[in-house]
């Protein structure tokens, strides 16, 4: 058996009392403290990230594709599904999903109150699937064949600014010239949090602006692309451009709301340097913690010394001491952090104000490379500076060890 980690056992906290025990217990708390809050950060963090991104990306896709134009910002010029881009996109494996989109502004009239809205039409192929999340109340749009549909969909905003609900009728004015107007019904009420969508947004059919625009069965506003990995999203941009046709322009949402994603790449940053400050703290309280666990053993030192044992023996003893301390506040740790995610996801018991983080709840993600690189980040840290206050053990004297009180 190798003789440091036997005596390490033997001077663990379990087989000792008083002051040893309780800085053993100490030890593996701070251990514990700090690698279940860094867990729980990248739980959080991932899971604002993931939530966040979703919202948007069910309600635009992860590229827009539309023709070059200049003048009217809120609406689209006409573009063909019979273009090159949109007849070949299924050979390109890396893409999921395309689906068509065109906008139209005009105003929504209720009994007291108008609102000015940006009206996005949609058609069978949009992915209602994954935007049924964002669907608080009601249903999705029934698309027709023969005709365009008179169902919409408000976002809760809206609808409790015009004092609307769901199966109420509500007249909608095109800008346009002449003006135009219809009469539509409402199916469902939507809520992302986010002001980019809930302010101004509603879903209808998009033969609806086909009709009022005069554009053919074929036209429509532009492509929402969905790619098969969305992290991917940089380096995939140069091969879709060059896929597009010369008339049609590539919008990459990312940089289309860049204040979101901006926001969430400075949460990174923060969790990154909260990392490194729960990291220095984890090492200095082991080394601390060390010192004064040799302190407290000087005598055994002295007499493990006086029986011929090495200083590279008697070190490794408390290295594996440590070892064994920072093992056990991992494991504490990683159960404390786990069996929160747990929690916080299956009964979101941790509330937040919607207005301010765009969602009502604490999300959790469960990132497991993430979880292992930090766990063998905290072992491997604070396993070396283990050896720092161990160095200590060389100078210390037999005689005066012996005579230690």
């Given at each position: 058996?190798?003789?440091?980690?036997?005596?390490?056992?033997?001077?663990?906290?379990?087989?000792?009392?008083?002051?040893?025990?309780?800085?053993?217990?100490?030890?593996?708390?701070?251990?514990?403290?700090?690698?279940?809050?860094?867990?729980?950060?990248?739980?959080?963090?991932?899971?604002?990230?993931?939530?966040?991104?979703?919202?948007?990306?069910?309600?635009?896709?992860?590229?827009?594709?539309?023709r070059f134009m200049s003048g009217n910002a809120f609406e689209e010029s006409p573009t063909s599904k019979l273009s090159d881009f949109y007849v070949d996109y299924p050979q390109n494996e890396w893409i999921r999903h395309v689906q068509t989109y065109a906008h139209k502004p005009g105003l929504l009239k209720g009994d007291e109150e108008v609102e000015g809205v940006l009206m996005k039409g949609i058609g069978p192929d949009f992915d209602s699937l994954r935007f049924k999340d964002s669907i608080i109340k009601g249903r999705f749009i029934q698309f027709s064949d023969s005709a365009a549909s008179n169902e919409i969909i408000l976002s809760k905003k809206i609808a409790d600014k015009l004092m609307l609900d769901v199966g109420e009728r509500i007249t909608m004015y095109f800008v346009q010239e002449p003006p135009r107007f219809r009469r539509f019904e409402i199916v469902g009420l939507y809520e992302t949090f986010l002001e980019n969508f809930d302010d101004k947004i509603i879903l209808g059919d998009i033969q609806t602006i086909r009709n009022l625009n005069g554009w053919t069965d074929d036209q429509v506003g532009g492509f929402e692309v969905f790619v098969q990995d969305p992290s991917r999203l940089d380096e995939l941009e140069e091969p879709l451009y060059e896929s597009l046709d010369f008339d049609l322009k590539l919008i990459k949402v990312t940089d289309k709301y860049l204040e979101i994603f901006d926001w969430l790449i400075l949460l990174n940053n923060n969790v990154y340097i909260f990392l490194g400050l729960i990291l220095f703290v984890a090492a200095f309280n082991m080394v601390s913690i060390l010192f004064i666990l040799i302190m407290e053993r000087t005598q055994m030192i002295g007499i493990l010394k006086a029986l011929g044992a090495k200083n590279k023996q008697i070190r490794r003893v408390f290295v594996w001491n440590g070892i064994r301390i920072i093992g056990r506040g991992l494991l504490l740790g990683n159960a404390i952090s786990l069996g929160f995610g747990l929690l916080q996801q299956n009964f979101k018991f941790i509330s937040l104000d919607p207005q301010s983080y765009y969602m009502s709840f604490v999300p959790i993600y469960w990132n497991w490379p993430i979880f292992l690189i930090l766990n063998l980040s905290v072992l491997l840290v604070t396993t070396l500076v283990l050896f720092i206050p161990a160095m200590l053990i060389s100078n210390i004297q037999p005689i005066k060890a012996i005579r230690f009180d």
């Open positions: 058996m190798n003789l440091s980690y036997f005596i390490a056992k033997r001077i663990s906290f379990k087989r000792t009392g008083g002051f040893t025990g309780t800085i053993h217990r100490i030890a593996v708390a701070s251990v514990a403290i700090g690698i279940a809050v860094s867990m729980i950060s990248f739980m959080i963090l991932g899971g604002f990230q993931n939530e966040i991104s979703d919202k948007v990306f069910s309600f635009t896709g992860h590229f827009q594709v539309q």
